[in-house]
Nanobody, 114 residues
C-alpha cells in the first residue's frame, strides 16, 4: 500500500507562485514515477508534470517554462509553480506509479485569481 499526503496549494493572484509537495509513505520500493495531475471543473484530469525514478521529467505543454518538478528525496516530490494563470485553477493530485498501479493523493485546490 502506498499513501500520499499533499501540502501547499491555496489562493494566489495571477503571476504569483505556489509550491506543492507530496510525501509518500508505505510500500515505496518499486516506485517507477511520481508526479502531479490536475482537474478543473468540467474537464478531464490531465498530466501537469512527472518525474521517473531515473530522473526523466515530463511536463504538460501548458506549463512548460513555468512549472518545475523535483524529487526532493526518495519519498517527496514537489511542484514549483511560477507565473500562475487563472487557467491553472484546478484540483491538483499527487500521483505515484508503482508496479503497474496508480496511487493518488486526496487532491489540493489551487485557485488563481485574475
Amino acid at each position: 500500500q502506498v499513501r500520499l499526503v499533499e501540502s501547499g496549494g491555496g489562493l494566489v493572484q495571477a503571476g504569483g507562485s505556489l509550491r506543492l509537495s507530496c510525501a509518500v509513505s508505505g510500500s515505496i520500493i518499486g516506485i517507477n514515477a511520481m508526479g502531479w495531475y490536475r482537474q478543473a471543473p468540467g474537464k478531464q484530469r490531465e498530466l501537469v508534470a512527472a518525474i521517473t525514478s531515473g530522473g526523466r521529467r515530463n511536463l504538460g505543454d501548458s506549463v512548460k517554462g513555468r512549472f518545475t518538478i523535483s524529487r526532493d528525496n526518495i519519498v517527496t516530490v514537489s511542484l514549483q509553480m511560477n507565473s500562475l494563470k487563472p487557467e491553472d485553477t484546478a484540483v491538483y493530485y499527487c500521483n505515484v506509479k508503482r508496479s503497474g498501479y496508480d496511487y493518488w493523493g486526496q487532491g489540493t485546490q489551487v485557485t488563481v485569481s485574475s
